[in-house]
């Protein structure tokens, strides 16, 4: 009966070597898919520990001075067998843990992003727009929005199709989105309409923010490139600003939405690729009146 036993030892540290080399695969996947940094190195620092770990279990099966002659000779083997089962199920749940979470957050993004211009949805901005105004409200930080508008969208449309109407959407939403502070949120209202939204942020500084956006997007040449037949297009494209701020008689999101909204159709209606401001007040009208570029 004890002749098995030296095969039975020998077979359990050999077994638990090869899981623990099993192992390295799901942590290498992990290890791939993350980008440079602390993390990254942790995970490549246990592929090293698992790789130390098999040589070890190879130097005790070879060299080992147990002979396995009786059955408590088997304990350590068994510890071992019994770890690298443990290394291998948690690494498997690892890369299967992380897999789901990928998936979810891959979900919840297609929720709340539009699709076409990959930035937040209307879905995403109502409700990060009630949150940012309760927690102004609460905390007595000021708030204030843009809504943007691409002037004379609908000629875009007409004269060059629904396709070069849609390429201008998404390079002007990412001009945008490369162009605003990382505090602020950036959303499709509608249609060729944007919202920004400026936690912690007076009205007098949204409007020198709300020109330089203008500014930008005025100077900027927007390159299409060739299709089949067809030489590059350039267009020249401007935006109308409307801006608006938490006030003593404004509370809340719908009532901050109007504001931006009626300031917003003062620009259009004095000419368009401008930014009005709803309902100055003396002190923000002087800051703004000095800042305004010559």
């Known amino acids: 009966m004890y002749d098995i036993l030296p095969v039975l030892g020998s077979g359990l540290v050999i077994s638990g070597a090869l899981l623990l080399a ?3 695969a799901p942590v290498w996947k992990i290890f791939r898919q993350l980008p440079a ?10 592929i090293l520990l698992i790789l130390i770990f098999i040589a070890g279990y190879i130097v005790y099966a070879k060299f080992s001075s147990v002979q396995f002659t009786q059955p ?10 019994g770890g690298a089962i443990f290394v291998f199920v948690v690494c498997s749940l690892s890369l299967r843990t992380t897999r789901d979470i990928m998936q979810n957050y891959a979900l919840k993004q297609e929720n709340i992003t539009d ?3 990959e930035i937040f949805n209307r879905r995403y901005l109502d409700r990060r727009l009630n949150d940012e ?8 930080h000021p708030l204030s929005i843009f809504l ?21 959407l998404k390079y002007i939403a990412q001009l945008l989105k490369r162009s605003i502070r990382e505090s602020d949120v950036l ?12 936690p912690r942020t007076q009205v007098s500084t949204s409007y020198q923010l709300a020109e330089r956006l203008r500014h930008l997007v005025a100077d900027y040449v927007l390159t299409l490139p060739k299709e089949a037949d067809k030489d590059s297009l350039s267009l020249a494209v401007t935006v109308s600003v409307g801006v608006a701020g938490l006030t003593p008689d404004c509370k809340n999101s719908h009532c901050l939405i109007e504001k931006a909204d009626k300031a917003l159709y003062q620009a259009k209606q004095s000419g368009r ?6 309902e100055l007040n003396n002190i923000d009208r002087n800051l703004i009146e000095a800042h305004k570029p010559e």
């Not at 940094?37 to 942790?42: A, D, E, I, M, T």
């Not at 408590?72 to 067998?81: G, M, N, S, T």
């Not at 105004?133 to 007595?140: K, L, M």
Request: no cysteine; net charge negative; hydrophobic share 45%.
């Open 22 to 24: 099993i192992a390295i």
């Open 72 to 81: 408590l000779d088997l304990v350590v083997p068994i510890i071992f067998f």
């Open 115 to 117: 699709s076409l211009m």
């Open 148 to 168: 943007i508008d691409i002037d004379h969208f609908k000629q875009i449309n007409d004269s060059y199709g629904h396709q070069i109407g849609d390429q201008v």
């Open 187 to 198: 959303a499709r209202y509608g249609g060729e309409e944007f919202v920004v939204i400026l």
């Open 37 to 46: 940094g602390g993390l990254r190195y942790s995970w490549g620092f246990l």
């Open 273 to 278: 690729n401008r930014v009005v401001m709803s």
């Open 133 to 140: 105004t309760e927690r102004a409200i609460n905390y007595s």
